[in-house]
């Protein structure tokens, strides 16, 4: 069995920072590519951030300069710096990755979900 859980959000002020965590946990192999993605009350979900696991990376053009995503192999797990925070930025975010196990099977798994709440 494998899981993703998310942590790290809350309430902030404007401008505050906060550091989300996605740990992988159970029969894992390796992780590949692990994305982060949020979702606004009315909104679909967008992707924020995409880490392949040499390290190389990707930011939805509202998060560049802001964001920054990278990851601790050793550890399965991977975070989302998140600096200047803007109202704008509350949402619900929540981790995927692709995952190999121990059975070599291959798959993407989802995480719940962390609120992060913006207050201006």
């Known amino acids: 069995q494998v899981q993703l859980v998310e942590s790290g959000g809350g309430l902030v002020q404007a401008g505050g920072s906060l550091r989300l965590s996605c740990a992988a946990t159970g029969n894992i192999y390796i992780v590949n590519y692990v994305e982060w993605y949020r979702q606004a009350p009315g909104a679909q979900r967008e992707l924020v951030a995409g880490?392949?696991?040499?390290?190389?990376?990707n930011y939805a053009d509202s998060v560049k300069g802001r964001f920054t995503i990278y990851r601790e192999n050793a550890k399965n797990t991977v975070y989302l710096q998140m600096n200047s925070l803007k109202s704008e930025d509350t949402a619900v975010y929540s981790c995927?990755?692709?995952?190999?196990?121990?059975?070599?099977?291959?798959?993407?798994?989802w995480g719940k979900g962390t609120l992060v709440t913006v207050s201006s």
């Open positions: 880490i392949l696991r040499g390290g190389r990376t």
């Open positions: 995927s990755a692709d995952v190999i196990d121990m059975a070599t099977r291959r798959r993407t798994y």
